[in-house]
C-alpha cells in the first residue's frame, strides 16, 4: 500500500476536513483509500475552482458535499448542491464540479470498480 492508502488503513475512523487538500492555484485532491476494487478520494475547491467535465468508463462515482456548495455537472445538466447531498455519476457519463460560491467547497468522491485511473 502506498502512503495514501495508509490515511484510512491505519485508522479507519478519519475526519475528511482534517484531511482536505487546499490549494490557491487550483483544485486540491488526495486519496484516502485506494485499492484494486475502490478509491476513496477528496476534492477540494477554493472559490472559483473547477474540476472539468469528463467521464470514467466502466466506474461509476459517488459525490458527496462535505462542506459547502457549488454547481456539478451531470450530463450536461447543472445541478446545484450543498453540504450533506449525493450525486452519482454512472459509469461513461460526463459529470464535473464548479465552486461558484464564495466559501469552500470539500467532496468526498468515490469510485468502483477502480481502475487505477482517475
Given at each position: 500500500m502506498s502512503e495514501a492508502d495508509n490515511r484510512i488503513a491505519d485508522n479507519?475512523?478519519?475526519?475528511?476536513?482534517?484531511?482536505a487538500p487546499w490549494r490557491s492555484?487550483?483544485?486540491?485532491?488526495c486519496t484516502l483509500f485506494e485499492s484494486p476494487r475502490l478509491l476513496?478520494?477528496?476534492?477540494?475547491?477554493?472559490?472559483?475552482?473547477?474540476?472539468?467535465v469528463h467521464a470514467h468508463e466502466g466506474m461509476d462515482k459517488l459525490?458527496?458535499?462535505?462542506?459547502?456548495?457549488?454547481?456539478?455537472?451531470l450530463n450536461g445538466i447543472e445541478r446545484?448542491?450543498?453540504?450533506?447531498?449525493?450525486?452519482v455519476a454512472p459509469g461513461g457519463v460526463p459529470h464535473?464540479?464548479?465552486?461558484?460560491g464564495r466559501d469552500r467547497l470539500l467532496v468526498?468522491?468515490?469510485?468502483?470498480?477502480?481502475?487505477?485511473?482517475?
Open positions: 479507519p475512523v478519519v475526519d475528511p476536513r482534517r484531511q492555484d487550483k483544485m486540491g485532491k476513496v478520494g477528496l476534492n477540494a475547491f477554493e472559490p472559483g475552482q473547477s474540476h472539468a459525490y458527496y458535499v462535505i462542506e459547502g456548495a457549488g454547481l456539478f455537472v446545484p448542491m450543498r453540504a450533506g447531498e449525493l450525486l464535473g464540479v464548479t465552486n461558484n468526498l468522491a468515490v469510485l468502483a470498480p477502480w481502475h487505477g485511473a482517475a
